[in-house]
């Protein structure tokens, strides 16, 4: 019996191989369909939104672009922005990395509530976040009288702002983290250990380099949260032109007060910001999937 028909016989399952195969097969008309509802929404609801921005920055000229980025109130606000950035990324740097290395690599009571916390972020709203700080630290609030009496300013202040923003992005970094690291298990850090490696030996050569990429992935999407964020840093900032905007803050006065174009100007750097976290976001994806030689060896 020939190949052909051995492959086609029904007791050879042939037949039934090829016809399983052949209904797995898309019609040409489902792939354009598919391809061209993507590709529209893309174009709609990600790109169009994007060039709208950058063209409403530009349309009253450059010199008109530039004017509204260094007028006092904006550089205020980039200041602010940055500083948030500056202080939350580190301290959830921290966190994240203690976090996930001592949810993949012990076992301990409350280790499961811990997941659950780091979750919490995510679930809960940032206006809501925002008016736990007010509740907290306000001036009606448990410790308002205290600090007032000390004259310590935390609602409607700096500190107000950064604790605002390490609550919404503290759970980005040990996202990452912790399903790597569970799965790359405790072999390598106990066969370290087992040739004479200190404990902090250990993480520093072994742990931290097999997460390095991941680690700086978490790193991008904390800084790119961090300097978006607005509905907890709107309830915590009391809006105080000039010392407790930031960007998306400030974007928001301009557009209430009709200046579109100063609104789309500080917006536009909101939007760079965010095509340098997708181009750095790319990147890392691709390192990650393509790993140098000498990273292999």
Same mark, same amino acid.
């Given at each position: ?30 792939? /354009? *369909? ?5 590709? +529209?929404?893309?174009?709609?609801? @990600? ?28 550089? =205020? ?23 996930? %290395? ?31 700080? !007010? *509740? #907290?630290?306000?001036?009606?609030? %448990?410790?308002?009288?205290?600090? &007032? ?8 202040? #700096? ?5 605002? +923003?390490?609550? !919404?992005?503290?759970?980005?970094? /040990?996202?990452?983290?912790?399903? $790597? ?13 087992? $040739? ?16 390095? %990429?991941? *680690? @700086? ?16 840093? =709107?309830?915590?900032?009391? &809006? ?9 803050? &400030? ?17 536009? $750097? ?13 990147? !890392?994806? %691709? ?11």
């Amino acid at each position: 019996m020939s190949a052909v028909a051995i492959a086609a016989s029904p007791q050879s399952g042939g037949a039934s191989r090829f016809e399983r195969n052949a209904a797995t097969r898309d019609a040409p008309w489902v792939k /354009a *369909l598919v391809i061209g509802v993507g590709l +529209t929404f893309f174009l709609i609801f @990600l790109l169009l939104p994007l060039i709208a921005v950058f063209l409403e920055a530009f349309r009253k000229g450059v010199d008109t672009y530039f004017a509204s980025l260094v007028e006092p109130d904006a550089l =205020s606000a980039i200041r602010l922005t940055l500083l948030a950035a500056a202080i939350a990324v580190p301290l959830n740097l921290v966190f994240g990395i203690s976090a996930a %290395w001592a949810i993949a690599k012990f076992n301990f009571p409350g280790k499961q509530f811990l997941i659950t916390l780091i979750d919490l972020p995510f679930s809960v709203s940032p206006v809501v976040a925002g008016l736990i700080y !007010v *509740l #907290v630290f306000g001036l009606q609030g %448990w410790f308002g009288e205290w600090l &007032h009496v000390h004259d310590i300013k935390i609602v409607f202040a #700096v500190p107000a702002i950064v604790l605002a +923003t390490v609550f !919404v992005t503290f759970p980005f970094i /040990a996202r990452e983290l912790i399903p $790597l690291m569970q799965a790359q298990g405790r072999d390598e850090e106990e066969a370290a250990i087992s $040739l004479g490696a200190s404990g902090l030996q250990t993480f520093w050569r072994v742990t931290i380099p097999n997460v390095k %990429w991941a *680690l @700086l992935y978490g790193v991008i999407l904390t800084n790119a949260r961090a300097m978006g964020e607005f509905g907890a840093v =709107s309830v915590v900032s009391g &809006h105080i032109r000039g010392e407790t905007n930031t960007m998306p803050l &400030h974007v928001e006065i301009l557009y209430n007060e009709y200046q579109f174009a100063a609104a789309f100007a500080v917006a536009s $750097l909101l939007a760079l910001l965010a095509l340098v976290t997708l181009a750095l976001k790319t990147y !890392v994806e %691709w390192r990650v999937a393509h790993p140098s030689t000498s990273e292999t060896v």
